[in-house]
């Protein structure tokens, strides 16, 4: 759009605030017309046009002043532009690079205007200082499964009864708000502070609920790309400071923590024979990958507290999967994500996905046990679901849950179940402010209620992307493909006249090369096709010919084209639509034998081979 994105001088950047400074450049008042524009431009642009000057400093002065009527003109003479100017001043001019408004009539482009002010207000806003907000809201709603409710003479209610009683009992048992601001405080230190105020019931109803506050700062230094230091403590009481240190070496992180008491640099002073000496709780955690090919990594942590050692180590690992590319892609792409926005959609989008897993165990005394968990991304659909198992003295802990992530918005749920009950936690996250509402089920030892718990809703869940998400990512996907073909129509039109005259160009040879091989029933090439690997109705004209290409490679009734790399390239060959995997499909004779092939793009071709045979 003409005069949003080109650089102001140095005299109107100077009077940037200024929201009728480009009239005043033209010496036009507000109301001037369109006429009144061009003419004070023509006449103006006339007498500082830098051509017109012979002195140097006179040239160099009228220079800047002729550039500055050009960006004003630029500015007013274009009534997108000129409207925004005249609504925000040169902030506008920025908006109108967010978004289109050449269709939005008068009070529409000033409210849409206003409101994309106020949106770039908030994104500044963020940048500076990170703000991140959690409400927790804690419900027990024990009493709907737990409790079973009589009459005054003690006969039991009817299920309608007591589920009306247990309604009532219901009640809120916490709450906490959070709130946490980030801002840089040097080249390499960010300043954290954090605020949190929370109120929790006593299990006795006739006493007065419990009410704390803290207010906690950290600092956060990056000594250099390696090596990074925080400090936290809290700035309503003196409690001492918790002290980090995090080391990121080839292949393995390492990480010191331990809390700070003021008590501990008293000792000196105070200490006499026969007192307890007080040593600062240590923890030091090592993390390796624990083989060069392999993303699978080991994590050793030890622990020194007042209530003793603890030790903790696990073994985790990860991979991406793609159920449309199988094993095709060469090794350093097959590892990363970073292609996602630039594919197809998948009908399921559950063809592209990543998996983790840990296992290990604690030694800490009573609170030993085994730990396991496993999760699954579903990166096309932004969902995230994990299972987590934990055995110990007092029995089995799991956990199930997911969560679904989009821009700027998340929702996620799990529900646990512990000798000590049933809890269902969901949380709802947008613009970095969390709700999260923790509502205890059951105060007992009831797996049958936890299952149903993770049952239900995961089923609720199921068909609504049965029947709600698969057939709008299938349109999605077939709106995908018909753009494709727009572009290969209209913005690839030099492509495919390249294409042809490159088959024209190998036509001689082909022919030479199949009367060779049909000669000595060699291999003789019947149709090669080259396009996607899926093929459904969204594909359906995407595939290139290159029969002709294919034949032309045969040399001595053989085929090599080498793998780990795209055949796009290939004279004869182009790629159709960008962004979705490619397979090249040969039907071909060999020793009078009907062979056919179908060889993904990354692969290397070798033909013939037997398998190729059709019985």
Request: charged letters at 25%; hydrophobic letters at 35%; a neutral charge.
């Amino acid at each position: 759009m003409p005069g949003t994105a080109d650089a102001a001088p140095a005299s109107a950047a100077a009077s940037a605030d200024d929201k009728e400074y480009f009239y005043s450049v033209l010496n036009l008042p507000k109301t001037a017309s369109d006429h009144e524009i061009r003419e004070r431009y023509r006449q103006l642009s006339i007498v500082f046009h830098p051509d017109k000057q012979t002195d140097e400093r006179r040239k160099e002065a009228a220079t800047e002043r002729f550039l500055e009527l050009q960006k004003a003109y630029e500015v007013l003479s274009d009534p997108v532009t000129r409207r925004a100017y005249d609504t925000l001043g040169p902030e506008g001019l920025l908006l109108l690079q967010s978004a289109d408004f050449k269709h939005a009539a008068g009070a529409e482009f000033e409210e849409e205007l206003r409101r994309q002010q106020r949106e770039l207000a908030r994104q500044r806003v963020e940048q500076a200082i990170h703000p991140k907000g959690t409400v927790t809201v804690g419900f027990d709603a024990s009493s709907i499964f737990d409790d079973e409710y009589e009459t005054e003479d003690g006969s039991p209610l009817t299920p309608w009864q007591n589920l009306q009683a247990a309604l009532g009992d219901v009640r809120r048992d916490s709450m906490a708000v959070r709130h946490r601001v980030q801002t840089e405080i040097g080249k390499k230190t960010w300043l954290v502070l954090s605020s949190r105020i929370t109120m929790s019931n006593r299990s006795n109803p006739r006493q007065r609920p419990y009410y704390g506050s803290a207010l906690t700062g950290t600092v956060k230094h990056q000594y250099s790309p390696r090596l990074a230091f925080e400090a936290t403590t809290n700035l309503l009481a003196i409690s001492g400071a918790s002290v980090k240190s995090n080391y990121q070496g080839d292949g393995y992180t390492l990480t010191c923590q331990s809390v700070l008491h003021p008590l501990l640099f008293l000792q000196p002073f105070t200490y006499k024979k026969g007192d307890t000496l007080l040593l600062p709780p240590v923890n030091l955690s090592l993390a390796r990958q624990l083989f060069p090919k392999s993303p699978m990594q080991g994590v050793l942590d030890v622990g020194f507290t007042p209530t003793g050692p603890r030790i903790t180590a696990a073994v985790a690992s990860s991979a991406f999967h793609d159920s449309l590319q199988g094993d095709e892609l060469p090794e350093e792409r097959s590892g990363s994500g970073s292609s996602l926005a630039f594919r197809a959609p998948s009908v399921s989008g559950l063809s592209y996905y990543s998996s983790e897993w840990q296992f290990g165990f604690d030694l800490a005394g009573p609170m030993s046990g085994l730990n396991a968990r496993y999760g699954l991304s579903f990166l096309e659909l932004g969902v995230h679901v994990q299972t987590v198992l934990r055995l110990g003295f007092a029995g089995l802990t799991w956990l199930f849950g997911g969560e679904w992530r989009g821009n700027n918005a998340a929702l996620g749920a799990n529900v646990s179940a512990n000798v000590d009950g049933v809890t269902l936690r969901v949380d709802a996250t947008y613009f970095g402010q969390t709700l999260t509402l923790p509502v205890i089920l059951s105060r007992e030892h009831n797996n049958e209620l936890a299952f149903w718990t993770a049952v239900l809703p995961s089923t609720a869940l199921t068909l609504i992307y049965y029947f709600r998400i698969r057939p709008r990512r299938r349109l999605q996907r077939l709106q995908f493909f018909n753009d494709a073909r727009r572009q290969l129509r209209e913005e690839k039109s030099d492509l495919l006249r390249q294409w042809k005259e490159t088959v024209s160009l190998l036509q001689d040879t082909a022919q030479r090369h199949m009367r060779a091989e049909e000669a000595c029933d060699g291999l003789v090439i019947l149709e090669a096709r080259y396009g996607p690997s899926e093929e459904d109705e969204g594909t359906e004209g995407l595939e290139v010919d290159v029969t002709v290409s294919v034949q032309a490679l045969v040399n001595s009734s053989q085929l090599y084209i080498p793998g780990k790399r795209s055949k796009a390239g290939i004279p004869g060959f182009y790629d159709p639509v960008s962004g979705v995997p490619k397979t090249l499909r040969i039907r071909y004779k060999f020793r009078g034998r009907m062979h056919y092939a179908e060889i993904p793009d990354y692969l290397p071709v070798v033909l013939p081979l037997k398998d190729h045979l059709v019985e």
